[in-house]
Protein backbone atom coordinates (compact mmCIF):
# COMPACT_ATOMS: atom_id res chain seq x y z
CA UNK A 1 0.00 0.00 0.00
CA UNK A 2 1.66 3.17 -1.27
CA UNK A 3 1.41 5.89 1.81
CA UNK A 4 2.90 9.16 2.93
CA UNK A 5 3.15 10.30 6.15
CA UNK A 6 3.56 14.02 7.34
CA UNK A 7 5.48 14.92 10.40
CA UNK A 8 7.26 17.84 12.39
CA UNK A 9 4.39 20.36 12.80
CA UNK A 10 3.61 22.40 15.29
CA UNK A 11 3.37 25.71 17.35
CA UNK A 12 6.32 28.00 16.28
CA UNK A 13 6.85 31.78 16.92
CA UNK A 14 7.22 34.05 14.54
CA UNK A 15 10.68 34.11 13.17
CA UNK A 16 11.03 30.40 14.40
CA UNK A 17 11.89 27.47 12.17
CA UNK A 18 10.52 23.76 11.97
CA UNK A 19 11.55 20.73 9.37
CA UNK A 20 8.82 18.99 7.96
CA UNK A 21 8.98 14.92 7.46
CA UNK A 22 7.22 13.30 4.33
CA UNK A 23 8.32 9.74 4.78
CA UNK A 24 7.16 7.15 1.96
CA UNK A 25 5.72 3.29 2.47
CA UNK A 26 5.39 0.98 -0.40
CA UNK A 27 6.89 2.35 -3.08
CA UNK A 28 10.30 4.60 -3.50
CA UNK A 29 9.46 8.38 -3.62
CA UNK A 30 13.20 8.52 -5.39
CA UNK A 31 10.82 7.77 -8.27
CA UNK A 32 8.66 10.17 -8.11
CA UNK A 33 8.05 14.15 -7.95
CA UNK A 34 6.85 15.48 -4.78
CA UNK A 35 4.80 18.62 -3.75
CA UNK A 36 4.73 20.37 -1.03
CA UNK A 37 0.91 22.18 0.52
CA UNK A 38 -0.60 24.47 2.59
CA UNK A 39 -4.38 24.95 3.28
CA UNK A 40 -5.05 27.82 5.63
CA UNK A 41 -8.49 28.00 8.05
CA UNK A 42 -10.84 29.50 5.24
CA UNK A 43 -8.72 29.19 2.47
CA UNK A 44 -7.89 26.72 -0.77
CA UNK A 45 -4.99 24.40 -0.82
CA UNK A 46 -1.98 26.14 -2.32
CA UNK A 47 1.18 24.74 -3.72
CA UNK A 48 4.15 26.03 -1.28
CA UNK A 49 7.11 24.10 -3.22
CA UNK A 50 7.98 20.96 -5.57
CA UNK A 51 10.72 18.67 -6.27
CA UNK A 52 11.35 16.51 -9.70
CA UNK A 53 12.58 13.59 -9.74
CA UNK A 54 15.74 14.98 -11.05
CA UNK A 55 16.55 17.57 -8.54
CA UNK A 56 14.72 20.96 -9.92
CA UNK A 57 12.53 23.09 -7.30
CA UNK A 58 10.62 25.51 -7.43
CA UNK A 59 8.87 27.74 -4.78
CA UNK A 60 5.97 30.02 -4.34
CA UNK A 61 6.98 34.09 -4.28
CA UNK A 62 5.95 34.12 -0.29
CA UNK A 63 8.06 31.41 0.48
CA UNK A 64 11.08 32.46 -1.43
CA UNK A 65 14.01 31.93 0.85
CA UNK A 66 12.72 31.30 3.83
CA UNK A 67 11.95 27.33 2.75
CA UNK A 68 13.91 24.58 1.20
CA UNK A 69 12.78 21.11 -0.38
CA UNK A 70 14.81 18.44 -0.07
CA UNK A 71 15.21 14.24 -0.35
CA UNK A 72 16.54 11.83 1.30
CA UNK A 73 16.69 8.88 -0.95
CA UNK A 74 18.23 6.28 2.38
CA UNK A 75 15.33 7.07 3.89
CA UNK A 76 12.87 7.47 1.23
CA UNK A 77 11.60 10.78 2.93
CA UNK A 78 11.39 14.15 1.43
CA UNK A 79 11.72 17.53 3.62
CA UNK A 80 10.66 21.31 3.82
CA UNK A 81 12.69 22.71 5.83
CA UNK A 82 10.64 26.30 7.14
CA UNK A 83 12.42 29.61 8.11
CA UNK A 84 11.65 33.12 9.20
CA UNK A 85 8.32 32.01 10.06
CA UNK A 86 5.31 34.30 9.77
CA UNK A 87 1.64 34.41 11.19
CA UNK A 88 0.09 34.03 7.28
CA UNK A 89 2.41 30.78 7.06
CA UNK A 90 -0.19 28.87 9.39
CA UNK A 91 -1.90 25.94 8.14
CA UNK A 92 -2.14 22.24 7.26
CA UNK A 93 1.10 21.33 5.27
CA UNK A 94 1.03 18.48 3.10
CA UNK A 95 2.82 16.38 0.97
CA UNK A 96 2.19 14.54 -2.70
CA UNK A 97 3.71 12.63 -5.02
CA UNK A 98 3.32 11.60 -8.43
CA UNK A 99 5.54 9.20 -10.82
CA UNK A 100 3.57 10.78 -14.15
CA UNK A 101 5.58 14.10 -13.46
CA UNK A 102 8.82 12.73 -15.28
CA UNK A 103 11.24 15.91 -15.05
CA UNK A 104 8.94 18.28 -14.22
CA UNK A 105 8.53 20.12 -10.80
CA UNK A 106 5.07 21.58 -10.51
CA UNK A 107 2.68 23.05 -7.56
CA UNK A 108 -0.83 22.45 -9.50
CA UNK A 109 -2.29 19.62 -7.06
CA UNK A 110 -4.49 17.88 -9.81
CA UNK A 111 -0.98 16.89 -10.67
CA UNK A 112 -0.50 14.59 -8.25
CA UNK A 113 -2.15 11.23 -6.82
CA UNK A 114 -0.39 10.39 -3.77
CA UNK A 115 -1.38 12.35 -0.55
CA UNK A 116 -0.19 12.44 2.86
CA UNK A 117 -3.15 13.28 5.88
CA UNK A 118 -1.59 16.44 6.26
CA UNK A 119 0.41 18.08 10.20
CA UNK A 120 -0.33 21.48 10.85
CA UNK A 121 1.76 24.45 11.78
CA UNK A 122 0.86 27.38 13.44
CA UNK A 123 2.92 30.48 13.77
CA UNK A 124 1.81 32.51 17.25
CA UNK A 125 3.33 34.22 19.70
Known amino acids: QLQLVESGGGLVQPGGSLRLSCAAS????????IGWFRQAPGKEREGVSC???????NFVDSVKGRFTISRDKAKNTAYLQINSLKPEDTGVYYC???????????????????WGQGTQVTVSS
Open 51 to 57: ISRTGIT
Open 26 to 33: GFTLDAYA
Open 96 to 114: AADRRLFGRCVTNANEYEY
